[in-house]
């Protein structure tokens, strides 16, 4: 079966995604693994930030908003969780809300974390969305004995018409469907090859949609995808297999209010151009869709041990590609996929050879705000309202 081993499969796309950088990479102890030509910049780059307010507040300030995936676990760190409310005006489930987490049996559902959440989230006055309807991955043990092409509508149908009738009026936005996209699997749609294709065709992105409508008619329903933010072959691939199947569902009424960019970025040197990106989220926006940044964050796998060195690099990345697709006024949030270096899914999926602590994310392990999140206030100070 094309989704057995769903972790290494994973691990494996991931390590493949960072990889198409790697020719640029230039592994040192300088700035140099930044980009040659912009280290003086670099250095000279202040990150100086006015005032103290937290990160949900900037952001509310130009109408956008601000917030984390987490986990039911780690917000039980009351240090952490403290950091959370205090930063964050949103919340995504990292893992709660997904099929391996919902689906003990064929026959159950188990919502006690993902319930949990959404209570944390409205205990400390946070918006709540959700992650992820349908997707290949983190699908139960019991997913591939059971459904086939016989029963697999009536799978899906049920569980989206569940979660969506448990949460409908409370939840900002859901990822409706994730990562259907590959251009790697050769097919001319550029569709992922994954069970659900295989059972239902390419129809059922659409069917998942209408079906989420059916139930929740508050929430923003979001196409959710990796891959789109860099200037190589397989970027103009993917923003091109997007923008297709983004047209081909508004044309045919498909109620899908948003698309949702992942933004795992990273730290080493990979093309990034500013206006393709800019073209991309312009055409986005033109077909009526909001835009939201799910997942950013910056890993710094390959970038130099020196912890000054590689949170500047770090902090640049952020600010970067904060500038650039904040212009665009149809992006109205920002999640970082994770909010402290404490927890991040980067520690397990793509840690360092010299086994160093990763630092991806805006506060460092011990909590403390580090240049990324200088970044950040800065780009949300400096965008456009919206
Ligand atoms: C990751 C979680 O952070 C991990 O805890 C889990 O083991 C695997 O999934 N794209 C997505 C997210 O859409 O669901 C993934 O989250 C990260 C990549």
């Known amino acids: 079966m094309m989704f057995k081993p769903l972790q290494s499969r994973r691990h494996f796309l991931h390590a493949g995604l960072f990889l198409a950088g790697m020719s640029a990479v230039a592994v040192g102890k300088t700035l140099s693994d930044y980009r040659s030509q912009a280290v003086e910049d670099l250095q000279k780059r202040s990150f100086e930030v006015s005032g103290q307010g937290s990160l949900k507040k900037r952001a509310a300030a130009i109408g956008l908003i601000y917030g984390a995936a987490t986990m039911r676990p780690y917000l039980a760190d009351l240090d952490f969780s403290s950091s959370f409310i205090r930063e964050c005006g949103i919340l995504a489930p990292e893992n709660e809300l997904k099929w391996d987490a919902l689906r003990?049996?064929?026959?159950?559902?188990?919502?006690?974390?993902?319930?949990?959440?959404?209570?944390?989230?409205?205990?400390?006055?946070?918006?709540?969305?959700?992650?992820?309807?349908?997707?290949?991955?983190?699908?139960p043990q019991w997913?591939?004995?059971?459904?086939?092409?016989?029963?697999?509508?009536k799978f899906l149908q049920e569980h989206i018409a569940t979660v969506t009738k448990r949460y409908a009026g409370q939840m900002h936005s859901i990822d409706v469907v994730n990562e259907a996209i590959e251009p790697a699997d050769g097919r001319r749609d550029q569709l992922r090859k994954t069970p659900w294709l295989e059972f239902l065709g390419p129809d059922y992105i659409e069917f998942a949609f209408r079906t989420a409508a059916a139930y929740d008619s508050k929430a923003i329903l979001v196409y959710n995808e990796l891959g789109l933010e860099y200037d190589t072959a397989d970027g103009d691939a993917r923003r091109n297999a997007v923008l297709k199947l983004l047209e081909r569902l508004k044309s045919k009424g498909t109620p899908i209010h948003a698309l949702g960019i992942q933004s795992h970025l990273v730290g080493h040197s990979i093309p990034f151009n500013s206006d393709k990106l800019r073209k991309f989220l312009a055409s986005v926006a033109s077909l009526g869709l909001k835009i939201l940044i799910t997942e950013l964050d910056v890993v710094d796998q390959k970038l130099a041990l020196d912890f000054?060195?590689?949170?500047?690099?770090?902090?640049?990345?952020?600010?970067?590609?904060?500038?650039?697709?904040?212009r665009e006024r149809a992006v109205i949030a920002v999640l970082t996929w994770g909010l402290s270096d404490r927890y991040t899914w980067h520690s397990s999926y793509n840690p360092r050879k010299d086994l160093a602590p990763v630092r991806p994310l805006p506060l460092s392990n011990s909590l403390k705000r580090k240049l990324a999140w200088n970044a950040m206030a800065i780009a949300f100070d400096q965008a456009p309202k919206r």
């Open 104 to 139: 003990p049996s064929p026959s159950q559902f188990d919502f006690r974390n993902a319930d949990w959440l959404l209570g944390f989230a409205r205990r400390n006055s946070m918006l709540f969305r959700g992650h992820t309807l349908v997707w290949h991955m983190q699908l």
């Open 143 to 153: 997913f591939k004995e059971v459904v086939n092409h016989q029963n697999a509508e």
């Open 308 to 326: 000054a060195i590689r949170d500047r690099i770090v902090a640049a990345r952020y600010q970067d590609y904060l500038k650039v697709v904040l």
